[in-house]
């Protein structure tokens, strides 16, 4: 069929292939995962194998029950993460986020257990401490030029070493059962007829913006997604998160803990591909000297960034405490920070800076989670944990440096 | 010459008016009493060597760096560019050699760096609309401007970068080096640009090597040497050799005879009768008949 319609004033040029509609889609699809532009490809496919994998070794991984525990187990470590997300988009790093996040749990048991505060006081402090931290890293950062690296590395140290000396003689704090915290963390799950509700306001949500969206553009004469492609995706959401409800819902079904945390990835996407700061956080990221030029005040996305990272870590830590409803000197330590990192580097955020998006934390924090799930289901310890994580970390930055590559020669670094 | 010479009669036409300007590095005098003026609609070429001193003066003008002494009028009122930002406001836009683009956004993304509609709820339409709309004022030829910047050619990055910095509606826009790392093809694209520029009522400051591209589209020529104002030529009044003579600070010498005898290669040889060739005619007198 030969169109006579105008083309959108976007697809005038004759050099461009004609990818409109569904096949389009697809076909540039292909093209961007050809040029290095991967994506959340990578972490799908991987996710789809691990999983595979565990569901084989022990019938049990796929069960209802376990994965509403690993959604709920996935939540402190993922807020973390997210704030990880944010420091790597600018190529920086924050490696003092298990311990900033072990100081805010042993703020919020101090504070909320042992000297009877109200429980948003208590958490406001702790909050209020991540957000102290951050901008000292930011200030530190920017005036003296210190690596971040190094920063961040004494900050590890600082305030573990705090976090030891406040909980001296106290050792483990334990948090009631029937305080607001663990029952937040714990009980408190999304009644099944709500959990429909929320996936049909999303998958509406996203049929309404990208319906607008199209029409605004086709208004303003540009190339708009057509209206079968916007009514595929979101019946697809639709159908995906629906029956991952359902599926849920035959266990306890989805923890609210875990969807603050969802929530917390929404709008931080928000922030990062709709805001003017996001803008800015991927600029810096991509080539500081532009965006000094272009005028973005680059000190102030660093601090910025630094502070989103430290607040996350301590509210992540506050979660991680109402989870075992207790903290104590190891909180935040061992594996939390490596995790963390590990998790927004595997779910496809680059550790050059300037590529990420916010789901790389709660697709990369999953397939940290059933791994370790996986593995103690079949009575594997940790070194097993580890090993494996430590594995797929590997692959995962190999890729980020293979699809680089990539990018540089089909001219799309 | 297709636009005629503008008559600088009046000093109030000028937007950019610099005296005395002095920037010192350390023992280093980049830059002494340095004069410049800019018309709207007139290009001016700054020419000069290597460590002439012409990025420091774009970088004073740009608020990169601040003069040791002289005074910047802008718009007949003096003014003081403490920083790139203050620039920008007075209208003074500069386009840096490296261009300073940023590699992982697209065309759109980066046009609007900085100065994106609608900063909460980012306008992605209108910002790809007025996208269009300027570089097809600008005849850009750029396929989509929903690729990286990483996928264009080095003229269609200069003029992305030139693109960008027409948003903030200036009044001056500075070109360093625009044509330096192009092929023949995008020097013409970039060249054409800098008529539109013109023709649009701006004030270009082109700096270049290139005498080809200062003659082809430059009103007048304004040398630096090791730091110091060395010449302040109409385009049309003056010949390459003289402004190689300004810029090497001598009037022979091997830079201008070399080039003299560039032009001369493409002159056919005399064969004469015994087989010799026959010696060139004075280059000088040659550039003058053309
Ligand atoms: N930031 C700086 N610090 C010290 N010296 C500088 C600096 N920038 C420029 N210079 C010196 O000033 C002189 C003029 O340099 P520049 O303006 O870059 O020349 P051009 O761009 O004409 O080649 C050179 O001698 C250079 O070494
Ligand atoms: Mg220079």
Redesign the pocket.
């Known amino acids: 069929m030969t169109t006579t319609a105008p083309r959108p004033s976007d697809l005038q040029d004759e050099r461009l292939a004609n990818r409109e509609g569904i096949r389009g889609t697809f076909a540039g699809f292909v093209d961007k995962i050809r040029g290095g532009d991967l994506g959340a490809l990578p972490v799908v496919i991987g996710l789809a194998v691990i999983w595979t994998v565990l569901q084989i070794l022990n019938h049990g991984f796929l069960s209802a029950a376990n994965l509403v525990n690993l959604l709920l187990e996935s939540s402190p470590t993922g807020v973390i993460a997210l704030g990880i997300v944010c420091v790597l988009l600018v190529a920086q790093i924050d490696l003092s986020v298990g311990s900033v996040s072990g100081l805010s749990s042993a703020i919020v048991g101090i504070l909320f257990v042992n000297l009877g505060w109200n429980v948003f006081a208590a958490i406001a402090v702790a909050v209020l401490t991540g957000v102290v931290i951050g901008w000292v890293y930011g200030q530190i950062f920017n005036r003296f030029g210190v690596p971040s690296f190094v920063i961040t590395l004494a900050g590890l140290l600082s305030f573990l070493g705090l976090q030891l000396y406040v909980l001296k003689g106290i050792g483990t704090i334990n948090i009631p059962f029937d305080s607001p915290l663990v029952i937040f963390a714990q009980l408190a799950f999304v009644p099944a007829w709500l959990s429909y509700v929320l996936v049909a306001i999303a998958a509406a949500g996203l049929f309404l913006t990208d319906l607008t969206r199209a029409r605004a553009r086709r208004t303003a004469g540009l190339s708009a997604q057509p209206l079968s492609l916007i009514a595929l995706k979101s019946g697809a959401l639709l159908v995906g998160l629906g029956f991952a409800a359902w599926y849920l819902n035959i266990a306890r079904g989805i923890g609210w803990m875990f969807v603050l945390f969802v929530a917390l990835v929404l709008i931080l996407n928000y922030a990062l591909t709709r805001t003017k700061w996001g803008r800015a956080v991927f600029a810096v990221g991509g080539n500081v000297e532009a965006a000094r030029r272009a005028g973005i005040k680059v000190k102030t996305i660093y601090t910025s960034v630094f502070v989103v990272c430290s607040t996350l870590a301590a509210v992540g830590g506050i979660l991680a405490a109402s989870r075992l409803a207790a903290s104590s000197q190891s909180s935040g330590t061992g594996d939390v920070n490596l995790n963390a990192i590990a998790a927004a580097v595997i779910g496809g955020t680059s550790l050059f800076g300037g590529r990420g998006t916010a789901f790389a934390a709660l697709l990369g924090i999953i397939v940290i989670q059933s791994i370790s799930s996986g593995l103690t289901l079949l009575n594997l310890d940790s070194s097993f944990r580890f090993m494996v994580t430590g594995l797929v970390l590997l692959l995962a930055v190999a890729l980020d440096s293979v699809s680089r590559r990539s990018r540089t020669n089909h001219g799309r670094a | 010459m297709t636009t005629p010479t503008l008559e600088r009669t009046d000093a109030t036409t000028n937007i950019l008016s610099l005296r005395g300007v002095t ?1 010192n ?2 023992a ?4 002494t009493d340095i004069s410049l003026d800019v018309a709207a609609g007139e290009v001016v070429a700054i020419v ?12 004073i003008l740009s608020g990169v ?1 601040l003069p040791d002494a002289g005074t910047i009028e802008f718009d007949s009122r003096p003014v003081s560019i403490p920083n790139p930002t203050s620039a920008l406001n007075l209208g003074i836009a500069t386009v840096f050699q490296d261009l300073a683009l940023c590699d992982n956004l697209n065309v759109i993304e980066n046009l609007f760096l900085g100065q994106e509609l609608r900063p909460a709820r980012l306008n992605d339409i209108a910002m790809e609309v007025r996208s269009w709309e300027l570089l097809r004022q600008l005849s850009a030829k750029i396929p989509s401007v929903r690729i990286p910047i990483a996928s264009l050619s080095g003229g269609q990055r200069q003029t992305v970068a030139i693109a960008r910095s027409l948003l903030g509606d200036p009044k001056v826009i500075i070109l ?1 080096e625009p044509t330096a790392a192009l092929g023949v093809a995008q020097t013409a694209e970039v060249l054409n640009l800098v008529e539109r520029l013109r023709e649009r009522g701006l004030g270009v400051i082109m ?1 270049s090597h290139n005498m080809a591209d200062v003659q082809a589209v430059a009103d007048r020529v304004v040398v ?1 040497r090791l ?1 110091r104002n060395n010449g302040d030529y109409k385009v049309g009044t003056v010949t390459p050799e003289e402004i190689i003579a300004a810029i090497t600070g001598a009037t022979d010498n091997a830079v201008t005879r070399r080039t003299s005898q560039v032009d001369l290669r493409s002159i056919q040889p005399i064969t004469l009768p015994d087989g010799t060739i026959a010696p060139p005619e004075n280059p000088t007198d040659k550039e003058v008949d053309r």
């Open positions: 920037k590095f350390g280093v005098a980049a830059l000069g060597d290597n460590g002439a001193g012409k990025s420091t003066l774009v970088k760096h360093d700096i630096l730091g």
